[in-house]
């Protein structure tokens, strides 16, 4: 669907639904697209360039961009997305048990500033049902590879269970870690999320550190072989505290970090006063979350060792914001709220984008 058509369909039909079931509904008519024999054609007209693919983790992604966390939480939709021309799919958050969720309404628009507020407090199916959905979806990706199709990286970001006391947080986090590190590609540890009571004290690093321990150790235990460990962190942490995260990355030998996640600061918005406050407490993504996020992109590439991966993401638009995360130094970049505003063919723009300056800047070195 071009730009201005699915501009004017936004406007005039998801705009008037509340975000959350115009999500559902979305992602119901992607599958059901994708099982009606849609998905080879979307993937002919989205498919990346091979000579567009990006090593990282040990990995091949097919492109550099990957959708973010929070989108799929329970590993729904992988092959319907992977075909708009996704490099990765990051699902989840998953925890170790199922759970509902906040209250409803939970998910807010901000149309002025292309962004959104959410505090959806991970509900998800639970680390045993995404288990199972997984390892269909990778007997299915199997297939898709062995036919040369277009086949998707697959993260998997966990999560604290809301009822479990922080004092529990380890065992829990060890518990999805034993579920999911097998059928993953790679492992995100989220403790930076907003939305559940306490989490973001686990980023502390006398916190942090038992626990991403931990969880590598039972990661490759787990799976029988190295899973790639990444941790993601809020971009409201202070300067120091991502100085001593980087350093605890370095430490522990950890994989990478995805920087960052929502903003619970309201700062910079055009939307007024009234309508945030209406919409309530939660994190905060969209545009205005690209200088913060890139700061803590430049911040931690300076700290960390050169073969740690960093994944930008925040406020990521346009195939020039995925460039210059790139080469402000991201292995990697994500998106979801981007996709929400520009719908299912703004990723086929991005990649055809960032091919087309990978050509320009061919031709200028020859």
Request: glycine share 10%; hydrophobic share 45%; with cysteine.
């Amino acid at each position: 669907m071009p730009a201005p058509i699915y501009q004017l369909a936004f406007r005039a039909i998801f705009s008037r639904l509340d975000p959350e079931r115009a999500h559902h509904l979305a992602v119901a008519g992607l599958r059901a697209a994708y099982c009606c024999g849609g998905g080879l054609l979307l993937e002919k007209l989205t498919r990346p360039e091979a000579g567009h693919s990006t090593q990282a983790l040990g990995l091949n992604f097919p492109s550099p961009f990957g959708l973010a966390a929070g989108f799929d939480k329970d590993a729904a939709a992988i092959l319907p997305l992977a075909s708009l021309g996704f490099g990765h799919i990051e699902i989840g958050t998953v925890t170790a048990r199922a759970q509902p969720g906040n209250q409803k309404p939970r998910l807010f628009r901000l149309a002025a500033d292309a962004a959104l507020i959410n505090r959806m407090g991970f509900n998800n199916r639970g680390a045993a049902e995404v288990r199972q959905r997984l390892e269909r979806t990778r007997r299915r990706i199997d297939k898709l590879r062995a036919a040369g199709r277009h086949a998707p990286v697959i993260g998997v970001n966990i999560g604290k269970t809301k009822v479990v006391p922080l004092e529990g947080a380890v065992d829990d986090y060890l518990t999805s870690t034993a579920v999911l590190a097998p059928v993953a590609d790679y492992l995100v540890v989220n403790v930076s999320s907003p939305n559940t009571p306490g989490l973001r004290q686990l980023q502390e690093i006398g916190s942090l550190r038992p626990l991403l321990r931990a969880v590598k150790d039972e990661a490759d235990a787990a799976a029988g072989r190295h899973v790639p460990l990444l941790v993601k962190i809020a971009p409201d942490l202070a300067d120091e505290d991502i100085d001593a995260v980087a350093d605890l990355v370095t430490e522990l030998r950890l994989d990478g970090v995805i920087a960052t996640n929502t903003t619970i600061s309201r700062d910079a918005l055009e939307t007024p006063a009234a309508e945030v406050g209406a919409a309530g407490g939660g994190g905060l993504s969209g545009p205005v979350l690209a200088e913060r996020s890139k700061e803590v992109l430049v911040r931690l590439r300076a700290r960390l060792p050169e073969g740690v991966v960093v994944i930008s993401v925040g406020g990521v638009v346009s195939a020039e914001d995925v460039a210059q995360r790139l080469q402000l130094g991201a292995s990697l970049v994500q998106a979801y709220t981007g996709f929400i505003y520009q719908g299912p063919f703004w990723v086929r723009r991005i990649n055809k984008g960032l091919e087309a300056r990978a050509k320009r800047q061919s031709r200028l070195q020859t």
